[in-house]
Nanobody, 123 residues
């Protein structure tokens, strides 16, 4: 069992930056691909980025390439999502999942989820 906890969300203005954290107590996250997903009201959960447990290779959806960065801190057993140049379309609840990162992050590839953290981008 992998218990994930997200943190770092909040309300920010357009072009601001936010760093989200995904932390696990117990299982080593290096053994899992970690994906970040987001879900806006009345929309399906969308994969945003993921980092592989095999090679630490990363994947991003087109709309966040160049703005978001996913990274691991193995000492802290934490995966981060650095989000820059935020815009209102990035407003959503953000979730991390533990599973397999191979290509585009899809929910069916992830077995464990955190409770989510809200990011609201508004002027």
């Amino acid at each position: 069992q992998v218990h994930l906890v997200e943190s770092g969300g909040g309300m920010v203005q357009p072009v601001d930056s936010v760093r989200l954290s995904c932390t696990a107590s117990g299982p080593d996250l290096r053994n899992y691909g970690i994906g970040w997903f987001r879900q806006a009201p009345v929309k399906e959960r969308e994969g945003v980025a993921c980092v592989s447990h095999v090679s630490d290779s990363t994947y991003y959806i087109d709309s966040v390439k160049g703005r978001f960065k996913i990274s691991r801190d193995n000492y802290k057993n934490t995966v981060y999502l650095q989000m820059n140049s935020l815009n209102p379309e990035d407003t959503a609840s953000y979730y991390c999942g533990a599973g397999i990162c191979s290509g585009a992050p899809r929910t069916y590839k992830y077995n464990y989820w955190g409770q989510g953290t809200q990011v609201t981008v508004s002027s």
